[in-house]
């Protein structure tokens, strides 16, 4: 299985972006979609997930900003990321947890909101 990210840049406090996360090699419906971050000098973070079932969980800070949602005819889960701050700055890395329990990580993309 190999995920691959793609959607980062440098906005302006305020602003979108969507990052996206494709996944091959394995049956996209038998895969949970994730995002985590880590800012420069902090440790990686969880930011938002989307289950089997499509059920999604949040940290509470992108809570009402981020939404997280899986597209099966195009094998990826996507994040749209609204109303940008400075501190959602860093590279953000989709994961993958298939049902029997394997973990997959993507490559980052990096994410620079400037205020």
């Known amino acids: 299985v190999q995920l691959q990210a793609s959607g980062g840049g440098l906005v302006q406090a305020g602003d979108s972006l969507r990052l996206s996360c494709a996944l091959s090699g394995g049956t996209f419906r038998r895969y949970s979609g994730a995002w985590f971050r880590q800012a420069p000098g902090k440790e990686r973070e969880f930011v938002a997930a989307?289950?089997?079932?499509?059920?999604?969980q949040y940290t509470e800070s992108v809570k009402g900003r981020f939404t997280i949602s899986r597209d099966y005819a195009k094998n990826t889960w996507s994040l749209r990321m609204n109303s940008l701050k400075p501190e959602d700055t860093g590279v953000y890395y989709c994961n993958s947890v298939a049902s029997w329990g394997t973990t997959y990580w993507g490559q980052g993309t990096e994410v620079t909101v400037s205020s």
């Open positions: 989307v289950k089997w079932n499509g059920d999604t």
